[in-house]
């Protein structure tokens, strides 16, 4: 089993990375093989509307025809068994660069029909992973669970298999507090519970990273 994880974080070794690391790790403890993909590798750009992958007849029907950095990593996500997306929360969302990713990933293999149709050629399970500044009782507020839900529809709708999602809340955002300014909430408050709390959030990425693998029909 080929599970491949996207990291749409800036940053390699921070709190996303960390947390889609574990949930691989979770994986191949299963037997299954696992690969971490960083976004910020590759220059490429969201959808263009192009439609060269709705043509009929076309040579591109089903695949995406723009050919830039994000072509070799859209080609191992055709072959994946299990997938997991992983972003922090910029201003209310994903990253940039992951929603670039998702509409390049996803429509070609939407086909406009009532109901949506997917031509991806399996059925797969996905997990999407986010890393956030709020407290998990602030997301109500929010409204981040109405986009965490759009996500999961769109990836259930897309390959088929249910979308399972892990929220890290209150993550450590800076190295050092002091060389920033932030009043957000009390930085050595925030320090503290994110060394407590990460840990458990890490162990729920590898359990996660089981159950993609094991998860039955």
């Known amino acids: 089993m080929n599970v491949i994880a996207i ?11 960390t947390l889609l690391q574990h949930a691989l790790d979770g994986a191949v403890s299963t037997g299954a093989t696992g690969e971490l993909i960083h976004l910020y590798d590759y220059e490429y ?25 994000l072509t070799p990593v859209l080609e191992k996500m055709a072959g994946a068994d ?17 929603r670039c990713f998702m ?14 149709v997917s031509l991806f050629p399996k059925k ?17 507020e929010t409204g981040y669970q109405v986009h965490f839900s759009a996500n999961s529809m769109i990836m259930e709708r897309m390959f088929g298999g249910p979308c399972e999602s892990l ?3 209150e993550t450590r955002q800076f190295e ?5 300014v932030f009043s957000y909430v009390d930085p050595d408050e925030r320090v503290q519970k994110a060394q407590a709390r ?4 890490c162990a729920e990425a590898y359990q996660l990273g089981i159950r993609l693998t094991t998860r039955e029909g």
């Open 7 to 17: 990291n749409g974080s800036p940053r390699k070794t921070w709190n996303t990375a």
């Open 45 to 69: 750009t969201g959808c263009t509307s192009c439609f060269a992958c709705k043509l009929k007849g076309g040579k591109s029907y089903g695949r995406c025809a723009r050919r830039d950095g």
């Open 82 to 98: 299990a997938i997991i997306l992983g972003s922090p929360i910029y201003l209310g969302t994903v990253t940039g660069m992951m």
């Open 103 to 116: 509409e390049r990933l996803v429509f070609p293999y939407l086909v406009y029909a009532q109901p949506p």
């Open 124 to 140: 797969i399970p996905s997990a999407f992973v986010y890393s956030m500044n709020a407290a998990a009782d602030q997301i109500p």
């Open 167 to 169: 929220l890290a809340c």
């Open 176 to 180: 050092d507090y002091q060389k920033v």
């Open 198 to 201: 990460f840990p458990v959030d």
